[in-house]
């Protein structure tokens, strides 16, 4: 037995993994990949194999694996004090950092509130949105509405604002009751309009359920400009746009969690500014820290705020804090990632790059059974289906995103899909040669296996 083999036997003795069917590695069958270190945009294994990380490690990484300056203020960082409480306590990267999400998000934004990751940011908008309407004397606005296959995190409340069965279903007993409207899946549209060409016409139900029950609902919350975990779903930002008017005109606020479209994703520093609104409140977490250490926040205005400001007898204290809320040396690589990304110009250069990689997305046109191409600044979605007139998909139990997962890792990328779609989600920093060798792997994957399947 080599000495990988040997780990990977201790792996799969004690570590039980995420969103794993734990039963798949037994026998012959494939393993998970030891990866040794990163640099860039690839990872290596310990047989010094090296993939593309084309799912930036799950929408984390944002400029590449192991970056000096990166590496440099983490162990800064711990060297001078690696955590303490952000209750009666502060610290400069906390300080820092709220001051620059602030600022980067712009007018009315005013106030951060630190969590661990995009879960537990959501939970925080959610209990912030209730305690908002119950302190402003409606308490009776305590319903949530959320888009349907939306994915929000883990925990059991964003799993309530949620809409993806396999995360859910199971949990239906235990989530709380929310709302769910249409999602604008444009590629499967339910009311048979075709994209950039249709008046949006799912937001009617959204005006419908506002006009009938705006009394109850305290807030809507969204993916903005991609629902992600749907499958990379693309939807125009005109949705966006005409949501916050729809918003303001019944009294619902409007919960943006942006946890993986923010920091260049889409081309921008946050997916609201295609829509050229402002949501009440939005939550950050992955690329936040350039997907080097867990952290997270909840981004909000003065309205919002101002109604937990009071004496303290009044009890309106937003009781909620995570042990790690605001960690000193996640925050200060959180302010080096912004600095770096500011320095680099990083999204200023993005619309060509963007543009490169939505050229290359063209060959896949010439596959068969490739159904919808999406879309959007640094994120691009394939939709494989069994039957490209009917859109008829390919079963879950033939795992054909899975063969073509296998396929790439053969030819050195790493493609994570989502069912029956593959979808790209390099690191910001990959270079247009790198975008083209990424995408052309995807396309041989595919290829291969959709032809013999
Ligand atoms: C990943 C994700 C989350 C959950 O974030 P975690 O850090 O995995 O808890 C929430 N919302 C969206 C849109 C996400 O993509």
Redesign the pocket.
């Known amino acids: 037995m080599t000495d990988t083999e040997s780990w990977i036997q201790k792996d799969l003795k004690y570590v039980w993994h995420p969103d794993t069917q734990m039963k798949q590695y037994e026998g012959d069958n494939y393993k998970p990949t030891l990866i040794e270190r990163g640099e860039g945009i690839y990872l290596y294994d310990t047989d010094g194999k090296r993939y593309i990380d084309g799912v930036s490690s ?2 984390v990484n944002t400029l590449g694996h192991s970056v000096p300056r990166l590496n440099n203020v983490l162990t800064e960082q711990a060297n001078k004090i690696e955590h303490v409480l952000l209750a009666d306590f502060t610290h400069k990267p906390a300080i820092e950092l709220a001051e620059r999400l602030v600022k980067l998000a712009g007018e009315p934004f005013s106030k951060v509130f630190y969590s661990d ?6 939970e925080v908008a959610i209990k912030m949105a209730y305690q908002y309407w119950y302190q402003k004397g409606q308490p009776q606005k305590r319903y949530f509405v959320s888009m349907t296959d939306s ?5 059991l409340g ?1 799993v309530s604002v949620g809409g993806i069965d396999i995360y859910k279903k199971i949990f239906n007993p235990l989530v709380f009751e929310t709302i769910k409207v249409p999602a604008p899946y444009c590629y499967r549209c339910p009311k048979g309009c075709k994209q950039n060409s249709c008046n949006i016409d799912c937001l009617k139900d959204v005006v419908k359920l506002f006009k009938e029950h705006h009394n109850e609902i305290a807030a809507i919350i969204v ?1 903005p400009l991609v629902q ?2 749907a499958g990379m779903r693309v939807y125009p930002a005109e949705y966006l746009n005409r949501l916050r008017i729809i918003c303001d005109e019944y009294d619902v606020l409007l919960i943006d ?1 942006e ?3 923010a920091f260049g994703r889409t081309g921008k520093y946050f997916a609201f500014e295609h829509a050229r609104i402002k949501p009440d409140i939005f ?1 950050v ?2 690329g936040i820290t350039a997907g080097y250490v ?1 952290l ?1 926040a909840t981004v909000t205005t003065d309205k919002i705020y101002s109604a937990f400001y009071d004496d303290f007898s009044s009890l309106k204290t937003f009781y909620h804090g995570h042990s790690f809320t605001g960690n000193p040396i996640a925050c200060a690589v959180a302010v080096e990632t912004l600095k770096i990304m500011e320095e680099a110009k990083i999204i200023e250069h993005l619309p060509f790059k963007a543009d490169v990689f939505k050229q290359s997305l063209q060959k896949f046109k010439n596959l068969s059974h490739v159904g919808d191409i999406r879309h959007i600044g640094m994120v691009g979605a394939v939709e494989m289906v069994r039957n490209r007139e009917t859109k008829e998909p390919y079963k879950f139990t033939e795992r054909v995103g899975h063969k073509v997962f296998l396929e790439a890792m053969k030819r050195g990328a790493i493609l994570r899909p989502i069912g029956n779609v593959i979808y790209f989600m390099p690191p910001l920093v990959i270079t247009e040669a790198q975008i083209e060798e990424l995408t052309q792997i995807a396309y041989d994957s595919i290829k291969v296996v959709t032809e013999s399947v």
């Not at 990751?117 to 959501?122: L, M, Y």
């Not at 994915?151 to 925990?155: I, Q």
């Open positions: 799950w929408w990751d995009g879960s537990t940011a959501v994915y929000h995190g883990d925990t964003s993916e992600g975990a969690d946890v993986a479209m939550c977490a992955k867990p997270a």
